[in-house]
């Protein structure tokens, strides 16, 4: 048995008879910073969220350390709709709900932050905390877990002085300014326990200097944290950098996948890019 | 915009404090109102306040021990809401009220009798008419009729106008309405034999569209249909069931007593049939030939129609049997009113009244009007001894 | 401010609270209007305060109270009526007989009452918690509807008494029981919403999807935080018929569950010392603004606009300017604390001094 | 239950149905754009019968219904500017509850200036002429109901998908931020569908109440509820699903009531809400909406 930690299997998503993403398959092994990568429009988001569990592929398997994670077929009007493969339509039906894959140890950040604005710092990393409490609900009311309570608490703290917001720890979270917001989110995935974090463009919005900031943050954090990372990006800069492979679609089709070195040369890539390595 | 938000409320704030400070001088006596001004029964309650309030022109003043008393009014409004009557209830307690008069709607009395009786302040109910107003509370008395013999007396009439059938359409959520239809439908059923209800339906309350229910009235083919109801729903009923097509007679309650009613069904209410307590062409006693065209100016005088609700009425007759209980009494404390008011007999406006143990007054009378040409008319009296 | 200083305040406080509830108790003829208002106020408290876990802090729009009151206060008034009394109460059809012999104490059937709306919470909230949050609105808007015309059904005479509604049920024998009974329910509900399972409360409010990602399982939270405010919505429903003495069906119209949202918006929603503070506000409010409804002359001038029906237009007035101008309610999310209490004086004080110079500045 | 009275029935459902499409169309039409529900959408109804009332007393019908059609439509509007737009970009939850206290404020200013105490619609002559039918009896307004409400449905849905206004409509409803991006004015758009909106409640309000023949100030808190509930059957968004909801309700109602089980007629909306929203959450028409993450 091969030793990755995630590995998409002939996934295809179609919306109606439009094909978004075209028999993907990929995979992640352990301890790796994988890219993927492709212009707008490829279907990049759609295949990143087969993982996170926002979307159920049309058809097709996501594997998480070798466990069956989500699996689909082809279901009602979309079995005559269905353009892909025959000869690949998966059996059994497996869908994990976002939250069930946080738990398996699969955390995310999202493109457009998602903190939770009103709270404070601590209170956003805390809450991470909460799905790993034992204590049912009746105790937690009475605070009678306080054992555990302070347990949270030591650790949340721990881990922000690790990613050095402890400063920040009392202030609403967006009152933050922005780099440390995308800091502190990627904090708060931490705080999940996660053997995989999933980064969906984490430097979009960022500048040059932030962005080789974040680079070796990245890099640092995965050391730290004994992770394995898989991201999707646009800034080409960022993902040169620091990713072990990539990924590239088009137009839902996996267009080449390799070493980045590869990649940067690779004519398919450079054709669908034509224009954005330039800005890289 | 924000700035006269703020304004408003601060204008709020300080009209606030400008009112309200009243203080009883000690040759004053107070006596609660307690009626719904506002919500479901709103209007009716209005129009019981201006009998009190016309009672309380008329007699302003109780002399007791030698010593003339003024008597002064407390109103309060328990908005035809049972929570709120509460309040208002308990607002009347701690103002010191030495009775009370009120309220329509026999839900708010209900809700307030408890109070009154821990309180040990007597109320005189002026047009509630079920009986779990004064049943089981010594402090609760009442000026009205019960629902059990108002049931009865139209149930009577019905079948001596020669009805086999009836049809009974109730309020659902409503004790006036549910309990009315129920002795209506006891006492008819006991005059025209079983089976002679042909049709029982309910409606919900704030309900607008009664086709339905009259549609399967329409299907049992009764003689006489019996829809004791609000002044709210009474002309809906009436209009639609004509629309429909139903000829039969159709019966009401004291409530239906309002030109309200025949404003808004306007022909179609030609023919109804209503049970009442006063008749204003044919004033029973001194007391109400007085009333008669003292209290018409009175209305006038208010900006409303110039005939009687018998509400009005009654809660006059509510007002003066208190005056009548403190002048026997001699005294001004709660208590002795209350035990006064049961040996208390005195011609009022809707006819001679005393109380027995129930503390309900004691009437055999009632009396039967109809719509004739937009105006409510005469029929007859029925009186039913038991 | 030390720790010392807040513990002092605080016990200042309480005692203050406690002589004024014992002076109250020992006046309790005279003050029977006051006592009744703040009963009335301390028990909507609890169904603002538990409005507000759903509402303020998990960001779920229920609007199913006045149904979860009314589940709770039959349940108490079935259970507790004196069974002596119940023949005089169900006087048109006679009590269901086995029923008829079930008289517990007034806690236990408190309790039962909670219980019941919890589980009728749950029976809602499983189709359609799992949806948009839109559609919860709509649905317990309906339940409460629905409730209320099942309960006036005369299929249910022989149970809730139908269109009759039930009187008797015991009376509070002092305001000492509504008053800790009330403290207890927002103590036990403000303990929650500060343990983790309060946080995560907070998260869903904030943003579902980032909760989700975060290994909350929305369905589930959202579910338990709909049927605990629930349970202490029911308690406070089971509370309310003990205050009244008597209910029918009619008390528990959509206007209780608009009520209960207006405490908690005007005292801000995400805020439980707002929730009690604005449930004081407005049912005392409500009282001291029955001036509107009585025409009032000034001298010898009628105030126009002054007479019956204008307090509930200056109450929704109100309600309106709150919602539009002071969108925070008068706490916001925060909570009351000694610390805000000095400040917002000291903030009164200079900027009145302020305002002042800014006038003359500006002239 | 004879023939003659399962026919009575039916015509008595078919109207209601036909007054309930009406006042549903205005929630789903403003669901669709803002996520509103627009609590308040049937008090505005309430007052155009009110208005009806007033104008009908020294107008003739002809000139009264235009007059009373313009002024629910300049209320309509002037709710929404005072109420609802100073809130767009607030939580949604404020903005409901913002619509229910212009709901409460329109019933008390109702009760405050109207009284509690209901008033007689007034008759619109032709309207409430009685035709019988061997055993059928029915006022014009029953058979005219349905009739104008299947020809407004059709004007709307031609609006909607043929005209410029219709299409901005559109596109607001289905991304409110990239519409505004591509130069679509979002107040005007929204204070059109307010105003389509309220004049369909115009309409539908001289309907329900000619049949009903009077108005209290609570008459149009439960019908707005109910209609919602159409919307919502129909599928949110959809105005010929708003219409079928429209039916399905008035007919259900009337049929459970003529089988004698009217206590559950207001309990039967909203189950029937709850079982839509467990076996086709988006509706009868309606289409499925996934979020942007």
């Known amino acids: 048995m091969e030793n990755n930690v995630l590995k998409l299997e002939h996934c295809t998503m179609q919306f109606g008879g439009v094909v978004a993403v075209d028999d993907f398959s990929m995979e992640v092994n352990e301890h790796e910073i994988v890219a993927l990568i492709g212009p707008n429009g490829a279907g ?24 069956l994670m989500v699996a689909n077929h082809p279901a009602g009007k979309m079995k005559k709709l269905y353009k892909g493969d025959p ?29 939770f604005k009103a709270l404070t710092v601590f209170e956003n990393v805390l809450i991470a905390k909460h799905m790993h409490a034992k204590s049912g609900l009746l105790k937690t009311a009475m605070h009678l877990n306080y054992k555990e309570e302070i347990k949270m608490r030591k650790e949340a703290m721990e881990l922000l002085e690790m990613q050095n917001l402890a400063a920040y720890r009392n202030d609403i979270a967006s009152s933050l300014p922005y780099g440390q917001q995308r800091h502190l989110e990627i904090a708060r995935a931490l705080a999940t326990n996660p053997t995989l974090l999933l980064l969906d463009e984490p430097a979009a919005g960022m500048n040059p200097q932030e962005t080789d900031e974040l680079a070796a943050f990245i890099k640092k954090t995965k050391e730290d944290f004994n992770l394995t990372v898989f991201l999707i990006e646009h800034h080409m800069d960022l993902v040169m950098g620091i990713s072990d492979r990539i990924y590239v679609l088009d137009f839902g089709k996996m267009i080449a996948h ?19 390595e330039e800005n890289a | 915009m924000k700035k006269f938000a703020s304004l408003f409320v601060l204008v709020v704030v300080f009209a606030a404090m400008l009112t309200g400070f009243a203080y009883a001088a000690d040759d004053e006596i107070t006596i609660g109102v307690f009626e719904p001004v506002t919500g479901e029964n709103g209007g009716g309650g209005f129009q019981e306040v201006l009998g009190v309030r016309y009672a309380n022109e008329v007699y302003p003043t109780v002399e007791v021990g030698g010593k003339t008393f003024n008597i002064k009014l407390f109103e309060v409004d328990n908005k035809s809401d049972k929570t709120e009557a509460v309040t208002a209830a308990q607002n009347l307690v701690s103002q010191g009220v030495k009775a009370v008069v009120g309220s329509y709607g026999s839900g708010v009395s209900i809700a307030a009798g408890e109070i009154f009786a821990e309180a040990e302040i007597p109320a005189m109910g002026a047009s509630c008419t079920n009986p779990q107003v004064t049943l089981g509370n010594d402090y609760y008395f009442r000026v009205a009729f019960l629902d059990p013999f108002q049931g009865t007396v139209m149930a009577n009439y019905a079948f001596q106008n020669g009805a086999k059938t009836a049809a009974v359409i109730t309020q659902l959520g409503d004790d006036y309405s549910s309990g009315l239809g129920s002795f209506f439908v006891t006492a008819f059923t006991k005059l025209a034999g079983e089976g002679s209800v042909v049709s029982q339906e309910q409606f919900q309350t704030n309900q607008t569209d009664f086709k339905a229910i009259l549609t399967n009235v329409k299907a049992a083919n009764p003689d006489v249909i019996f829809a004791p109801s609000s002044i709210a729903t009474a002309p809906l009923i009436i209009k639609q069931a004509r629309e429909l097509g139903i000829t039969a007679k159709i019966m009401g309650g004291d409530t239906w007593e309002n030109v309200t009613i025949i404003e808004n069904a306007g022909a179609d209410a030609e023919g109804i049939v209503l049970s009442t307590f006063f008749d204003e062409a044919d004033p029973a006693t001194d007391e109400a030939k007085k009333f008669v065209p003292g209290f018409k100016e009175y209305l006038v005088k208010n900006n409303q129609p110039d005939v009687i609700p018998a509400v009005s009425a009654l809660g006059y007759d509510a007002y003066l049997a208190i005056l009548t209980a403190i002048k026997n009494a001699d005294s001004v404390d709660s208590i002795a009113i209350r035990d006064a008011l049961v040996t208390t007999e005195f011609n009022g406006v809707t006819g001679q009244i005393s109380f027995d143990e129930n503390g309900d007054a004691v009437k055999q009378l009632a009396v039967i009007k109809t719509v004739e040409d937009g105006a409510f008319k005469f029929l007859q009296t029925v009186t039913v001894t038991e | 401010m030390k720790k010392s200083t807040k513990t002092l305040f605080n016990i200042i406080a309480v005692s203050i609270i406690l002589a004024m509830l014992i002076f109250l108790e020992l006046n309790k003829r005279k003050y029977s209007y006051d006592i009744s208002i703040i009963e009335r106020s301390i028990i909507y408290a609890v169904a603002a305060v538990a409005m507000n876990l759903t509402n303020g802090f998990t960001g779920l729009f229920s609007l199913g109270q006045a149904g979860f009151m009314a589940i709770g206060a039959y349940t108490v008034a079935i259970l507790t009526i004196p069974v002596e009394a119940r023949a005089g109460v169900f006087y048109v059809t006679g009590m269901n007989e086995f029923l008829s012999k079930i008289e517990l104490p007034f806690i236990p059937a408190l309790l039962l009452g909670g219980f019941f709306a919890a589980v009728l919470a749950g029976l809602i909230g499983i189709p359609v918690l799992r949806l948009k949050s839109d559609y919860l609105a709509i649905a317990t808007l309906g339940f409460s509807e629905i409730i209320r015309s099942i309960i006036a059904s005369p299929q249910l005479n022989m149970i809730t008494n139908g269109s009759y509604g039930l009187k008797k049920i015991p009376r509070f024998p002092s305001i000492f029981v509504p008053m800790i009974l009330c403290s207890l329910c927002i103590l036990i509900i403000v303990m929650l919403i500060n343990s983790s399972y309060g946080r995560a409360f907070k998260a869903i409010r904030e943003d579902e999807t980032a909760a989700e990602a975060m290994g909350i399982n929305l369905f589930r939270h959202k579910l338990t935080s709909f049927m605990i405010s629930s349970f202490f919505t029911g308690i406070a429903g089971g509370l309310l018929a003990s205050y009244m003495g008597t209910i029918d069906s009619g008390t528990f119209k959509i206007t209780l569950t608009y009520d209960i949202l207006l405490i908690m918006v005007l005292g801000g929603m995400g805020s439980v010392t707002g929730s009690i503070l604005g449930s004081f506000l407005v049912t005392a409010g409500r009282e001291w603004l029955r001036f509107f409804d009585q025409p009032l002359t000034l001298g010898s001038w009628q105030v126009p606009l002054f007479r019956t029906g204008f307090r509930m237009v200056v109450f929704s007035i109100l309600l309106m300017i709150v919602v539009l101008f002071y969108s925070k309610g008068l706490m916001g999310s925060k909570e009351f604390s000694w610390e805000g209490l000095l400040g917002f004086f000291k903030n009164l004080f200079t900027r009145k001094q302020k305002l002042n110079g800014g006038v003359s500045n500006g002239k | 239950m004879s023939l003659a009275t399962f026919l009575q029935h039916c015509l008595t459902g078919i109207s209601l149905g036909g007054a309930y499409a009406l006042i549903a169309i205005g929630y789903t039409m403003v669901y ?34 235009p007059i009373v059609l313009i002024g629910t439509v300049v209320i309509g509007i002037v709710i929404e500017r005072l109420a609802y737009k100073p809130l767009r970009s607030a939580p949604r939850m404020s903005i409901m509850i913002s619509a229910i206290g212009v709901s409460l404020l329109l019933q008390n200013l109702a009760t405050y200036l109207f009284t509690a105490l209901p008033r007689g619609y007034p008759e619109i002559p032709y309207l409430k002429r009685i035709y019988q039918f061997g055993p059928l009896s029915a006022s014009f307004v029953t058979f005219l109901t349905p009739i104008l409400t299947m020809a407004l449905v059709f004007l709307m849905v031609m609006m909607i998908n043929k005209t410029k206004i219709g299409m901005a409509m559109r596109a607001v409803s289905k991304d409110y931020e990239t519409a505004e991006i591509m130069g679509i004015k979002i107040n005007s758009v929204v204070s059109f569908t307010f105003a389509i909106g309220s004049l369909l409640a115009g309409i539908g309000s001289i309907l329900y109440f000619t049949d009903r023949m009077s108005v209290n100030p609570f008459s149009g808190s439960l019908p707005g509820l109910k209609c919602f509930v159409a919307a919502v059957l129909g599928g949110i968004g959809s105005i010929p ?12 109602e009337t049929f459970l009531v003529a089988l004698g089980f009217s206590t559950f007629s207001d309990a039967f909306t909203f189950i029937l809400l709850i079982v839509m929203l467990l076996v086709k959450p988006t509706g009868l028409f309606g289409e499925k909406a996934t979020e942007k993450v």
């Open chain 1, 44 to 67: 990049k988001t759609t295949a990143f969220n087969f993982v996170t569990g926002v979307y159920e592929p049309t058809n097709g398997k996501v594997f998480f350390h070798n466990e």
């Open chain 1, 87 to 115: 000869d690949q339509i998966c059996e059994k039906v497996v869908r994990k709900t976002p939250d069930q894959i946080t738990k398996m140890g699969i955390a995310r950040t999202f493109q457009n932050i998602r903190l």
């Open chain 1, 258 to 276: 390799g070493l980045p070195a590869d990649i940067q040369n690779n004519d398919r890539v450079i054709q669908a890019y034509l224009g954005v």
């Open chain 4, 32 to 65: 669709g754009i803002l996520r509103l529900i627009n609590f308040a959408h049937g008090d505005l109804f309430m007052i155009a019968g009110y208005l009806m009332i007033f104008t009908l007393a020294d107008f003739p019908w002809y000139i009264a219904i």
């Open chain 4, 241 to 252: 699903g708003a219409m079928i909801g429209g039916f399905i309700l008035g007919i259900g």
